[in-house]
């Protein structure tokens, strides 16, 4: 999709790529799933929920598969997008800024980055351009209800 006189609707390029956007996960604890402060939207961590359950749990490179943990990290990222089509609306992103993703390793396991790529592959399809990012892949002993991979979104909004 490119960038010319007409503004882009990212629910429409969804649309497009067959991919509809889950409800917003409900928080697990004391937090919102988005804030918005000027013009910038943070998500919460989100948890691979489907149907209100994890998909999976375990560690990424022992009991859950890299490929699988990749895929959790795409409906990680699909949930931060419910969350932030709810708070704002998702055609009134303007850029995904920061990508954030946090994986249950098991020991001796280094493919984060490979992992994050799930989230990261997405939003560049959705986005195009506006979806280059920054990024961490973080490997962590333990994530929260034992989900194999969390991931956070910060991005900026249309003037």
């Known amino acids: 999709m490119t960038q010319g006189t007409q ?8 649309a497009e790529l067959g ?11 004391s937090y ?30 022992g009991s859950v598969d890299p490929e699988d943990a990749a895929a959790d990290a795409k409906l990680c990222a699909l949930n931060a997008l419910a969350a932030i089509d709810d708070l704002v609306g998702l055609d ?3 850029r995904i800024v920061r990508v954030v993703g946090y994986v ?8 984060q980055p490979r992992v994050v790529n799930g989230a990261s592959e997405l939003l560049g399809k959705v986005f195009g ?18 989900a194999p991979v969390e991931i956070e979104l910060t991005v900026e909004l249309r003037g």
Do not use: N, Y
């Not at 503004?7 to 969804?14: D, I, N, V």
């Not at 249950?104 to 493919?111: I, Q």
């Open 129 to 146: 351009e506006a979806g280059h990012h920054a990024r961490s892949a973080v490997g962590v002993a333990e994530l929260p209800l034992g």
């Open 92 to 94: 009134s992103v303007a």
């Open 7 to 14: 503004t882009p609707s990212w629910r429409a390029r969804l």
């Open 104 to 111: 249950a390793s098991a020991e001796g396991f280094s493919g």
């Open 32 to 61: 919102v799933p988005a804030v918005r402060t000027g013009q910038l939207v943070f998500t919460s961590g989100q948890l691979p929920f489907v149907d209100g359950g994890l998909r999976r749990t375990g560690k990424v490179g």
């Open 19 to 29: 991919i509809r956007l889950p409800p917003v996960a409900a928080p697990v604890a």
